[in-house]
């Protein structure tokens, strides 16, 4: 069975400071690996995923995330937080299949919190 | 570019009244598509999904039921509303096939209130 961790209920940091946002999964196989965001009162939106190659992936608003294989890890990091930046993130998990059609498996979400 | 809608954006409902909800996808053709329940901004639950016309698959048991009767449509539906269905609804869809590497995409709820 697929599953995601993530460990924090809530972060809090500084603006301008690095951010974190901890995620762990557990999946028997290769996994493909997403991140979103949702604001207050709108749906989730897609940050950046890793599918294979380079540990570290690139997505939207200046996120990164480094998929670990050896820690089942897949943090999401910024290097200067923004106040905007305050949100709910999710980590989502699937295991390549032949026909691709399941749906993703979700973390229970971490709210995060930049501080002026 | 593809795009989804649902709607209503907001909705209150007496107890024990019917309920449809509405998810559209534009700009892509056999999408697989999505319906789930997120409780006080937290998790999210997912309720069905559907690979295709008519094909649903149900993850709960619940007093909800899901309809797929067009290629981009898909409802969520209620005969009797119960207290505990209050929450954000929200809809997904992804491409089909692929190996599974595409994200879910996802329209901007429909936020129920029981009363």
């Known amino acids: 069975a697929q599953s995601v961790a993530q460990p924090e209920d809530q972060v809090n940091v500084a603006e301008g400071n690095p951010l974190t946002v901890k995620c762990t999964y557990s999946?028997?196989?290769?996994?493909?690996l997403f991140w979103y965001v949702q604001y207050p009162n709108r749906g989730l939106q897609f940050l950046l995923k890793?599918?294979?190659?380079?540990?570290l992936v690139k997505g939207s608003y200046g996120f990164e995330a480094e998929f670990n294989k050896s820690q089942t890890s897949f943090h999401l990091k910024k290097p200067s937080a923004l106040v905007s930046d305050s949100a709910l993130y999710f980590c989502?998990?699937?295991?390549?299949?032949?026909?691709?059609?399941?749906?993703?498996?979700f973390g229970k979400g971490t709210r995060l919190s930049v501080i002026a | 570019s593809q795009t989804i809608h649902q709607w209503p954006a907001t909705l209150v409902q007496p107890v024990g009244s019917p309920l449809s909800l509405e998810c559209t996808v534009e700009?892509?053709?056999?999408?697989?598509l999505y319906w789930y329940r997120q409780a006080a901004g937290r998790g999210l639950q997912l309720l069905f999904y559907?690979?295709?016309?008519?094909?649903i698959s149900s993850e709960v048991p619940q007093n909800l039921s899901a309809s797929r009767p067009q290629d981009r449509q898909f409802i969520l539906s209620s005969k009797k509303l119960l207290l505990s269905d209050s929450g954000f609804y929200l809809c997904?869809?992804?491409?089909?096939?692929?190996?599974?590497?595409?994200?879910?995409?996802f329209g901007d709820g429909t936020r129920l209130s029981i009363l």
């Open positions: 559907s690979v295709g016309i008519g094909q």
């Open positions: 997904a869809w992804s491409i089909r096939g692929r190996g599974g590497n595409q994200p879910q995409h």
């Open positions: 989502a998990v699937r295991v390549p299949f032949l026909s691709g059609n399941t749906p993703l498996v």
């Open positions: 999946v028997s196989g290769n996994p493909y």
């Open positions: 700009g892509t053709s056999n999408p697989n």
């Open positions: 890793y599918i294979t190659g380079d540990n």
